[in-house]
Structures are given as structure tokens and as C-alpha cells.
């Protein structure tokens, strides 16, 4: 006989008939198409401390260039506004006498021991501008030989203004034989070139406000008739260069 569907009869306010259990619960396995694979939750986002440090370090990079600008352009115009004002105009220098206190040269040795007293004129021909000399290292050369060496004093100059300081140069060197030979010829010919170089320490005022230090460079090239000690030497030529190294 065929199977017949059993009818169950439903109330007012009975329950439903139950169902019929999952064929995992009636003991068989669920088929393939029915394996429910576990949901795995998807990964928080990384973290932006990294995009916050960069866009940090940029801020504090273009900031810092900025200040640079500024204080860059602040300190031309402030320059372009002082030279407006006061007009500088560089110093001049000169040598005026050479006296030779001392000039012994040892033939065995080779070597010179001198002392020079060196007179310099240096003036400064600006109406508001003053200089402080900060000392300095002064040196007399023969065929680019430093014979002898001594310090530029430390003074003030005001303006349009002229100082003479004596510097008094000593030293000893050893000197190679091309070199001795040659100033042994040039002081019988009487024409020995000689260059004295200065390196001073300056600062600039112009009127109240003193600025930063710089160096002066001064290169004084002439030509003496001898080296005789306790003598004032003869100058045949004289030519001086100044130059101010901000």
C-alpha cells in the first residue's frame, strides 16, 4: 500500500506540529553544499602614527625654511638700508718705511734670523663709519718665504681718520738653496721684492651698532735697494691691495 500522509489536526491556540530534525541530528552528515565555512572578521586598518610623524616633520621642515627665508631677507634689507645710509667705502693702506734692526745669514746652515720695523699708514675715509682692529698676525715674505712674522696692534680708528702704527717682525728661517741664492744675487743687485700680508680681525660701526667680526686682508708688494741691518731701506716700488672677507 502506498504511504499515506498523516494528517494532524490543528486547534485554536495549540502549538505547531513540530519539524523534522536536521539530518546531522538524525545521524547522518550534511552534505558538502551544506559545510558552513567559519566568518573570519576582516582586519583593522594599520595604524596612522606613521602618517602623522611624516606630516609632522614636513610642518616643522617648511617652518624651518621659512624662518631662514625671513631672517635671510630681514638681514639683506637691513644691509641694503645701512649701505643706503652710510655709503662704506673700503680703507687704504700702505708701507711707508722698512728700517732693518737685524739681518744675519748663516752660509753653513742656510738659515736667515731678521727683524724688520715695519711703518703702516692706514686710512679710513668714511664721514659715520668706525673700525676696531682686533690685533691680527702680520708676515714679511721673500719669493713666497716667510722671513719673519709679528702682531698688528689693537686699536680704534674713528672716522676719516689716519693711524701709523709700527709693527716689529721677527723670526728664523731655514732657507733652501735656490731660494738663498737668489736673495744673495738680488741683495748685490739691490733690487729685492719683498710682500708683506696682514690678516686683521675687524669690526664695522656704523654709528651705534657694531657688527659682526670679519677679516682684512691686506697684501702690500715693493721692491727695497738692500737688507743691510741698522738701516732704513730705500723703496723703489710700493703697491698695496685691501680686501674685507665678511
Not at 489536526?9 to 539530518?23: D, Q
Not at 721673500?142 to 680704534?156: A, K, M, V, W
Request: contains cysteine; aromatic residues 8%.
Amino acid at each position: 500500500m502506498g504511504d499515506y500522509h498523516r494528517i494532524h489536526p490543528v486547534t485554536v491556540g495549540s502549538p505547531p506540529p513540530p519539524s523534522a530534525p536536521p539530518e546531522h541530528a538524525r545521524g547522518k552528515k550534511p552534505s558538502h553544499d551544506q559545510l558552513q565555512l567559519p566568518v573570519t572578521a576582516p582586519l583593522p586598518p594599520p595604524p596612522r602614527r606613521s602618517r602623522r610623524r611624516h606630516s609632522r616633520r614636513c610642518r616643522c621642515v617648511c617652518w624651518t625654511l621659512l624662518a631662514v627665508v625671513i631672517l635671510a631677507v630681514a638681514l639683506a634689507a637691513t644691509a641694503g638700508i645701512l649701505y643706503l645710509v652710510f655709503r662704506p667705502k673700503i680703507p687704504s693702506f700702505r708701507v711707508d718705511r722698512l728700517t732693518v734692526t737685524r739681518f744675519d745669514v748663516n752660509a753653513t746652515t742656510m738659515t736667515v734670523t731678521d727683524a724688520f720695523d715695519v711703518d703702516v699708514t692706514a686710512t679710513n675715509p668714511n664721514k659715520r663709519i668706525g673700525i676696531y682692529y682686533d690685533g691680527g698676525d702680520v708676515a714679511a715674505f721673500f719669493n713666497g718665504t716667510q722671513l719673519c712674522r709679528g702682531d698688528f696692534p689693537t686699536l680704534y680708528q674713528g672716522h676719516r681718520t689716519t693711524v701709523q702704527p709700527r709693527i716689529t717682525l721677527t723670526g728664523e728661517t731655514r732657507l733652501d738653496s735656490a731660494v738663498a741664492a737668489q736673495l744673495l744675487r738680488q741683495r748685490q743687485d739691490g733690487f729685492v721684492p719683498l710682500t708683506v700680508r696682514a690678516r686683521v680681525p675687524i669690526r664695522i660701526k656704523f654709528g651705534a651698532i657694531k657688527l659682526w667680526k670679519m677679516t682684512g686682508k691686506a697684501d702690500c708688494n715693493f721692491v727695497v735697494d738692500n737688507l743691510q741691518a741698522g738701516t732704513q731701506l730705500r723703496i723703489r716700488s710700493n703697491s698695496c691691495s685691501f680686501k674685507l672677507k665678511i
